[in-house]
């Protein structure tokens, strides 16, 4: 297994490979990705722009009115708690006056677990990251880069292996190939990484 010839691989594959949750500001970038657990990406990016109208700062979500909230992200599952964890967490972000930049700080935050954290350490602050999410564990496994599927496990392995200044546009590119071509069903193989796949 060469690391450096996945990660060129999927250069070449993704060359422009972003965040694919839409935002404007870096602290609507911390909500949308509280509303992307047990969700997909598709379905936030949907109600975020009509969310992000309605509340446009950090105070309006701090002294949002729960029920109300709900109703704007009620599609995307979970809403009693995502309700919840959103107003207490731009609270915490309003009374704080910054966003965290270390992953201690940031899993502090109400509903911020490292998934997130890695995230926004990535996308917020260009820090290494390891976004440890669904796509990510399936194919780092079938690639042979670990042999975990428990989230903070498969983090420490890959943080060894992947340069830390590609670790982000990875995560991203790994993202775009999971749901492009190495599906969890159905993949479609063979693919440029055939040779030293595990599946
Ligand atoms: S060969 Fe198939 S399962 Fe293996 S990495 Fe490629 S697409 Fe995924």
Same mark, same amino acid.
Do not use: M, V
């Given at each position: 297994m060469d690391i450096l010839y996945i990660c060129k691989t999927l250069e070449e594959l993704?060359?422009?490979?972003?965040?694919?949750l839409d935002y404007k500001e870096d602290w609507q970038l911390i909500i949308a990705a509280r509303l992307s657990a047990q969700c997909t990406d598709e379905r936030v990016n949907k109600i975020t722009p009509a969310l992000f109208e309605h509340y446009r700062t950090l105070d309006d979500f701090a002294n949002a009115d729960i029920a109300d909230l709900e109703q704007y992200i009620y599609?995307?599952?979970?809403y009693h708690t995502k309700a919840k964890d959103i107003k207490a967490l731009c609270k915490c972000l309003y009374d704080l006056g910054y966003i965290p930049d270390t992953i201690e700080e940031l899993i502090k935050l109400p509903g911020i677990g490292r998934k997130t954290a890695n995230l926004i350490m990535g996308d917020i602050h260009h820090q290494p990251s390891i976004v440890t999410d669904t796509h990510f564990i399936r194919i780092t496994n079938r690639l042979g880069?670990?042999?975990?599927?428990i989230p903070a496990k498969v983090e420490s392995d890959l943080r060894k292996l992947i340069p830390p200044e590609l670790s982000t546009d990875f995560c991203h590119r790994i993202v775009y190939f999971g749901r492009n071509?190495? +599906?969890? +069903?159905?993949?479609?193989?063979?693919?440029?990484?055939f040779g030293i796949c595990r599946l």
């Open positions: 993704y060359p422009d490979a972003k965040c694919s599609s995307c599952g979970f880069l670990t042999n975990t599927t071509i190495c +599906k969890a +069903k159905n993949p479609h193989c063979p693919c440029p990484f």
